[in-house]
């Protein structure tokens, strides 16, 4: 802990320093009424054109002539104030709110503090208390509902599970379409690791979190969304995707007091979102007991037992209508967050701990996560300022194993009515003496042996870094270096025990990842008011950028336990599976040119370029160069026009191109260990026999191209800000246009040229939307405050062209065969593929076949679902009445589509309660039945009620897909300020206590569950339920005390 | 002044060129060249696995060695057979046997040993194809960046050669590999890396002149001339053929986690609830007398033999109670039930063998009129069966003294060659590929179509599996529409 003195010490050296002084200095802070930093205000000497800017905290220091006597403070949205100088060296403003501007400071790419208003393309701010205390473990959770052009789907509600986000959807085939979270001007990682769960590797794996889990939402300030390829030109190739620029809070409160806050938070969890399911009938098939099966085709309930319903064999035949839902626990948030912040603007500091644990909705699931964080900054001689800060996070997963096929939820899911579950859990009776599975159904996990006995532990350390520091060559001249460390290292523990059915002999699998990235910045800035002609200025920037990522995963698999319940590799006998390493390298050098024009603070045009480096294209042709350019135009300010309907208007216009690089190593062929098969046998190289150990290499299934170049996307935007009644209306309306060509992507070729895929440049998709955000403020009073928020975001996407001669491919990762995400020609992008019934032509029925009765045999490689919504909306209400706050958070998501794997096992394991109903009565599957002449006549093919719903029951089937269109009470808080007085009497600053609740009811008019579930999570592979956990219900309560 | 120096000092060095800085693309995750004694173990391995796998699952129900009771291997049952085997075509064959086996070809030229075998391997490998799907890319195969859109070559022509095509013959492939063996020598040379013969050039050379046999009586409807050259050609050779069963070319597999034998790994561990014995399989061997070498190829876990009949609907019987594969074919499961744990896999996969080869020399004798006698090759044959599945010398006498009908070939010239194929048919139990080979040939076994069948034609057993969908869709010179499965390959009856 010896960093606590860094900013005593730079004060010291400040006070030296300025009994030096020649010329006098002033420094202080502008501030807006709540005390918090107002970031770009503009600070000038009366009567000249001498004048600094605040940075990010607020903060500013300014060399002052003798003469000098009265400050202009200025910042766009705040009134202008005057302040004499007064011989003072320390001048705090604040700055109180012009009513009738409607104006923002966003944080923009490269960390660069703009005023919104001179932005020539979208963006959208979301300050710290928007997103914490709500609930959410997960900053992009946090971001559900508030965001206009973004999607967001969760994979489950199991805790620590991943979060899906496309901003302006999707833009890459097998590129990451993540946006890049930048964290106080440093990229980080939001990647999704993934561990096998054995045999059926990510189809059946734990659900691991997107590595943003690890940012503590305590420590936020603010989010802004940089939306299209414009918005983060100077972020290059990996700001493709958008980017999430996140600030953190610092320290240097007003009065350069030290200041304390204690947060803690506590919520509940429960599952939400079960089908419901029948009780009538329980375990066994086609009307007959059967002790042996998960099946509820059993006889009904009641029924006399006789020898050919097989009851005489039952012991206690009857429903336990909780079965599944009982298996699903409360679960626990406790967040505990304390923060200690000093200073002054320009000498500051923060401390900050904080402490999270989860239990999850499943047994034996769990998160925990520990942050600590410093950050200092400091300004010496006044044109030197460094900062620094550095968060060090653990994060502790504890998982279960998900998928269809032996996982606690794949048995779980329509479970027979008449499995006593619950007993198994009370008595401890889910696994025998000797540690094996307990379960009367051969060759299946009892699912509590598959949470207690086969989990999956994660534990990550991870330090994230920061140092900055900044010299003013002149008063317009301003260079910076920034370098930035995101590091960390992931542990991870599979475990099978003996006698698990996905595993029989046991395993053990130590996975160790490690990810980091250093990112360095130099940026040379200079800024120009009134050149050539008055009332123009120019800021011109001049930046490199070094990017170096490495990746490195090892795995040691230990098969075939000797020793059951003894998970050490020490146990295994076996290790020539599954053991391996990835290592990857790659580094990037960047080159970026940034030119803007004001004109009179209502004409603004930015041109930015960048040229790229990367290590993982030929290195001839390795560097590859994008521009950009955008206009904003603020009429009402051109025309002085001066209303109170129409108070503020804005028109801009953006063209931008983005250029990204190749994943690395593609550029060779190579060899590999001989692997064949798939999940239902497999073969692994080496060979292990008697005679010894013999090693087998054959080709890499991939063929290396001859050359490869960048992939590139254009965007094309226009948008309008309007403000209305002196600004108590805002729109913000976007259009835009993206068009992604040169995609780097392996195309499948004729699999006899002894290469299954090639890797190339080609392919065109396409994104078209609209975005608008509205906000509303319909009163406005002392006492009571109303905002209303809404947003509504539509994109179409296309995939115009793939290569010559492909309709389709595969997106990379695992899928199985009859339901595969695929990227189609004329279609949207990750529509998924899978066998279709064939319908007639002249009805449009599907067809029965008549000799079964059942639907006709599927016409493979068809489109069976789409997951892209149409539309989607969200609306947020936050009404203030003095110390009282209530927020409330809708989401509507219209279309869009899940295959569900857990609806089926529902249907074709008779669990589902439409399935109980006239269980007993014939049924005919809808439908025509081909006839001679080329006609077809009705289904009259009378089948039993298991035949029926299991003809609909299929996993990969159509009657399983569903429109996921869902109407979403996202989020309730309320929210309670302690009275000054109280307050006071208590020498705090405030106090805040809060309530809220998370995903409070939802509709899906459409759907036997909650359609919004995406199994595989953050990843390009959408709109797959492959019966995973479903989501989660919180509700909880917060403490904030500041003192 | 002073400052703008440094400023240019810091730029400068900032941006000095990253040449070398970027030079970090080459792979440290998998080599770039391999030594061919790391590339024949993957490709003897890919030939048994592909023979072993889904394509053995296929075969095997649809000459009703065994019953579909679940998942694909019902849908095979019922010929539902569109939109699978992309595995087998692309992961086993092409891209995993058939492009290492060229690339072997290709780069070990100072390796003739090596070469000699990846040819026969190779001559095997196509084999496999073009008897289940017929024309295919062959002589155009393999060659990646060169050429994407290879030409599908037809069976005859694969079969016979066609020099106006460029096409060798299958014979000429092995002659060729024969001929490498001959040669010798060179750089490098097969030891522990060759798992079936250990680097034995001798038993090799017994191998090539075996699976000469073998492609010489595939021809006997289509060209029974070349089918006799080839056959005298092999008995005139000093190399011999495959005469006793230890000389098998048979694959082997382990207990090993992994290396597992895909008999085993999908019968006993993943997919046990998928295929059974077939009852029309239990019915034959019955009326043969046969069930003690039946039962050497399918469990009695409950005293008794439980088959199901191929394509019914009627739910099957009970996990526990079925009869599924022996140890025969999933290996050695001793103190499987002490331990709780899936043991075996390492039954090795039977490829060419001994009795195939006195089966096919039962038949030349019989049909084409080779020189030799064939009731004394066919009683070798179903003795060589007998023995490999681990019947005991009494016992098998036994058989031979109280079966005389079933061991000796009697009446017309068509009725022996049924009972050859008959016997031919029991002895490839867990190879469904050789049997339904003959049985599209001979058309015995003769067998009664499935219950509920559909796919491409329901009234008729398929003769050929369908095009995959990755080939017919990536590849402009593949028959499209595909063939229907009804369509008879050119060598078939």
Redesign the interface.
């Known amino acids: 802990m010896r960093k606590h003195h860094l900013p005593v010490c730079a004060l010291l050296l400040l006070c030296t320093h300025l009994l030096f002084a020649q010329d006098r200095t002033i420094s202080g802070k502008v501030l807006d009424p709540s005390g918090k930093p107002i970031p770009g205000a503009s600070i000038i000497i009366k009567g000249t054109k001498t004048g600094t800017s605040s940075s990010a905290d607020g903060s500013y220091s300014l060399h002052i002539p003798e003469s000098a006597s009265t400050l202009v403070i200025s910042a766009v949205g705040w009134t202008n104030a005057e302040v004499a100088i007064s011989g003072r060296s320390v001048i705090t403003v604040t700055l109180s709110i012009k009513e009738n501007t409607l104006s923002e400071v966003v944080v923009t790419s490269l960390g660069i503090v703009r005023d919104k208003r001179s932005l020539g393309y979208a963006t959208q701010n979301l300050k710290g208390d928007q997103l914490a205390d709500k609930g959410s473990v997960n900053l992009v959770n946090a971001l559900e509902g508030k965001v206009s052009g973004v999607n967001i789907t969760g994979a489950s509600g199991s805790a620590g599970a991943s979060v899906n986000i496309n901003i302006r959807g999707i833009t890459s085939f097998t590129k990451s379409n993540q946006p890049l979270f930048v964290v106080d001007g440093i990229p980080i990682s939001n990647d999704v690791d993934r561990t096998n769960g054995g045999p059926n590797g990510t189809l059946g794996d734990n659900q691991p979190p997107n590595r943003a889990l690890d940012l503590d939402l305590n420590n936020i300030e603010s989010v802004n969304v940089l939306k299209g390829p414009a918005a983060s030109a100077l972020y290059g190739s990996r700001a493709a995707a958008g980017a999430i620029i996140i600030t953190t809070r610092k320290g240097g409160g007003p009065g350069g007091r030290t200041e304390i806050t204690a947060n803690t938070s506590y919520s509940l969890q429960t599952a939400a979102g079960l089908p419901e399911v029948q009780n009538l009938y329980g375990q066994g098939l086609n009307g007959i007991y059967n002790p042996t099966t998960n099946n509820s085709w059993g006889p009904k309930f009641g029924t006399a037992p006789t020898a050919a319903n097989n009851l005489a064999a039952a012991t206690d035949y009857r429903a336990y209508p909780n079965n599944v839902k009982e298996f699903f626990e409360t679960g626990h948030i406790s967040d505990n967050n304390i923060t200690i912040s000093g200073g002054d603007p320009k000498q500051n500091f923060s401390i900050s701990g904080s402490y999270l644990t989860q239990t999850g909705i499943l047994p034996n699931t769990s998160v925990k996560r520990s942050t600590v964080r410093f950050a200092g900054n400091t300004v010496f001689r006044n044109k030197i300022k460094a900062g620094a800060s550095m968060t060090f996070t653990n994060t502790l997963q504890n998982g279960i194993l998900g998928g269809n096929g032996n996982s606690s939820l794949g048995v779980l899911w329509g479970m027979a009515r008449s499995i006593d579950l619950t007993s198994y859990k009370k008595k401890g009776t889910y696994k025998n003496i000797d540690g094996t599975n307990n379960f009367p159904i051969p060759s299946t996990d009892n699912p509590y042996f598959g949470a207690y006995a086969n989990p999956l532990t994660s534990n990550l350390y991870r330090i994230l870094g920061n140092a900055t520091i900044g010299y003013d060559f002149t008063p317009w001249l301003n260079v910076s270096y920034r370098l930035g460390i995101d590091a960390y290292n992931d542990r991870r523990k599979q475990i099978f025990a003996v006698s698990a059915a996905r595993v029989p002999t046991g395993q053990v699998l130590e996975n160790t990842i490690f990810r980091s990235e250093i990112n360095g910045d130099l940026i040379i800035t200079a800024h120009k008011s009134d050149v050539f002609i008055k009332g123009l200025d120019i800021t011109g920037l001049l930046g490199q950028n070094i990017n170096q990522r490495i990746f490195q995963s090892v795995q040691a698999q230990g098969d075939a336990l000797a020793i059951p319940a003894y998970y050490n590799l020490n146990s295994a006998t076996v290790f020539s599976v599954g053991t391996n390493e990835t290592n990857t390298l790659q580094r990037l050098v960047g080159y970026y040119a940034q030119l803007s024009f004001a004109y009179k603070g209502y004409l603004y045009l930015e041109l930015t370029g960048r040229a790229d480096q990367s290590s993982t294209l030929p290195q001839s042709k390795n560097t590859y160069f994008y521009p950009s350019a955008n206009a904003g135009f603020v009429f009402t300010d051109a025309f002085g026009i001066t209303s109170d309907i129409l108070s503020y208007g804005k028109l801009r216009a953006s063209v931008a191109k983005v250029g990204s690089d190749a994943p690395p190593y593609l550029l060779q062929n190579t060899y590999a260990p001989g692997s064949y098969g798939n999940n239902v046998a497999s073969f692994n190289f080496p060979l292990t026999t008697a005679n010894g150990i013999t090693a087998g290499f054959g080709n890499s299934t991939r063929i290396a191209p001859v050359t490869l170049a960048p992939e590139f996307t254009t965007a094309y935007e226009v948008g309008a800000n309007v403000g209305l009644f002196k600004n108590r209306a805002s729109i913000d309306v976007a259009y835009f246009n993206t068009v992604s060509r040169s995609q780097i992507f392996n195309v499948g070729i004729s699999p006899s040229s002894g290469w299954n895929t090639m890797t190339i440049n080609g392919g065109k998709m396409t994104n078209k939307g609209v975005e608008l955000l509205i906000n509303i403020t319909p009163v406005l009073t002392r006492d009571l405050k109303w905002d209303i928020s809404g947003n509504f975001t539509k994109i179409v996407n296309k995939v115009v062209f793939i290569a010559p001669g492909t309709d389709n491919f595969a997106i990379p990762g695992s899928a199985f065969t009859g339901s595969i995400p695929s990227i189609k020609i004329g279609y949207p992008y990750g529509v998924i593929i899978g066998g279709v019934i064939p319908r007639d032509s002249a009805t449009g029925q599907r067809l029965i076949n008549p000799s079964t009765g059942l639907y006709a045999n599927v016409i493979a490689n068809q489109v069976l679902s789409n997951p892209n919504p149409e539309y989607s909306l969200g609306f947020t209400n936050n009404v203030k009445y003095k110390s009282v706050s209530l927020g409330f958070t809708f989401d509507f998501t219209k279309g869009g589509q899940v295959l569900s794997f857990t609806s089926a096992a529902f249907k074709s394991r008779g669990a589902w309660a439409p399935t109980g109903v006239d269980r007993e009565k014939p049924r005919i599957l809808p439908g025509v039945i081909p006839v001679a002449g080329g006609k077809a006549v009705p289904n009259n093919i009378e089948i039993s009620s298991q035949a029926y719903w299991q003809a609909m029951g299929g996993l990969q089937s159509e009657f399983n897909v569903y429109d996921a269109t869902v109407f979403r009470l996202r989020e309730v808080s309320l929210g309670y300020d302690l009275p000054a007085s109280v307050i006071r009497s208590l020498h705090l600053n405030y106090v805040r206590l809060s309530v809220f609740a998370n995903n409070v009811f939802y509709v899906a008019p459409n759907s036997i569950m909650d359609p919004e579930l995406n199994t595989q999570g953050a990843g390009n592979i959408r709109g797959l339920d492959l019966q995973s956990a479903p989501n989660a219900r919180t509700i909880g309560a917060n403490l904030k005390v500041s003192l | 002044m002073k400052?703008?120096i440094i400023?240019f000092i810091?730029?400068l060095t900032?941006?000095t060129s990253?040449?070398k800085?970027?030079?970090?693309?080459?792979?440290?995750?998998?080599?770039?060249?391999?030594t061919p004694a790391?590339?024949l173990?993957?490709?003897t391995?890919?030939i048994a696995?592909?023979s072993s796998?889904d394509l053995d699952r296929v075969t095997s129900v649809l000459v009703q060695h065994t019953a579909g009771t679940l998942n694909q291997a019902q849908q095979y049952d019922r010929f539902?057979l569109?939109?699978f085997f992309?595995?087998s075509?692309?992961?086993?064959l092409?891209?995993?046997a058939?492009?290492?086996l060229?690339?072997m070809i290709r780069n070990d030229t100072a390796s003739p040993i090596y070469t000699g075998i990846a040819k026969l391997e190779l001559a095997y490998a196509f084999s496999m194809v073009i008897d289940l799907w017929g024309d295919?890319?062959y002589s155009e195969?393999?060659?990646?960046?060169a050429?994407?859109?290879?030409r599908f070559d037809k069976v005859q022509d694969i079969y016979q050669g066609n020099s106006s095509l460029g096409i060798t013959s299958l014979f000429d492939l092995v002659r060729s590999g024969i001929a490498d063996l001959n040669a010798g020598g060179g750089l490098y040379k097969p030891g522990?890396?060759d798992?079936v013969y250990g680097g034995n050039v001798g038993k090799w050379k017994r191998m090539g002149n075996s699976l000469l046999l073998k492609f010489a009586i595939q021809l006997t409807n289509v060209n029974p001339a070349l089918a006799t050259s080839v056959i005298n050609e092999v008995l005139g050779s000093p190399d011999g053929y495959i005469n006793n069963s230890g000389l098998d070319f048979a694959v082997?597999?382990?207990t090993?986690?992994?290396?597992?034998n895909?008999l085993f790994?999908?019968n006993n561990?993943?997919?046990?609830?998928d295929q059974m014995l077939s009852q029309r399989l239990l019915t034959l061997m019955r009326g043969l007398n046969d069930t003690v070498r039946l039962a050497k190829f399918f469990t009695r876990p409950t005293g008794k033999f439980v088959a199901f009949d191929n394509g019914s609907?009627a739910?099957p019987p009970?996990?526990?109670s079925r009869s599924r594969y022996n140890t025969y074919l999933t290996g050695d499961r001793s103190g499987e039930a002490a331990s709780?744990?899936?043991g075996g896999g390492?039954s090795s996969v039977k490829l060419l063998t001994c009795f195939q080869v006195n089966f096919i020399l039962a038949e030349a004798v019989v049909r084409l009129g080779i020189t030799g006698d064939a009731n004394a090759y066919y009683q070798a044959g179903i003795r060589a069966s007998m023995q490999k599945v681990g019947i005991d010398t009494g016992a098998i006498s036994n058989y031979f003294a109280t079966n005389p009908t079933v061991v000796n070939l009697t009446g017309t010239t068509e009725q022996q060659i049924q009972q050859i194929i008959t016997q031919k048919y029991i002895a490839w139990i867990g190879n469904g590929i050789e049997a339904y080979n003959d049985y599209r040939r001979t058309g015995y076994p003769v067998l009664a179509l499935p219950q509920?069948t559909?796919?491409d034609d329901?009234n008729v057993i398929p003769t050929r599996l369908p095009y995959?969908?990755?080939?017919l869709?990536?590849?402009?010179r593949?028959p499209n529409p595909r063939p229907l499965v009804d369509v008879k390959l050119w060598w078939a009856k």
């Open positions: 400052r703008t400023a810091i730029l900032l941006f990253c040449k800085f970027l030079d970090v693309n080459n792979t440290p995750n998998n080599p770039i060249s391999v790391v590339q173990p993957n490709t391995i890919a696995f592909a796998n539902d569109a939109s992309d595995n075509w692309t992961g086993e092409y891209d995993g058939i492009s290492n060229l690339l295919a890319p195969a393999g060659q990646g960046l050429n994407l859109k290879p522990g890396d798992i082997p597999f382990s090993t986690v992994g290396n597992q895909p790994t999908f561990v993943n997919r046990a609830s609907t739910a009970t996990q526990a709780g744990k899936a390492d509920n559909t796919g329901p995959t969908n990755q080939e869709s990536r590849n402009p593949a």
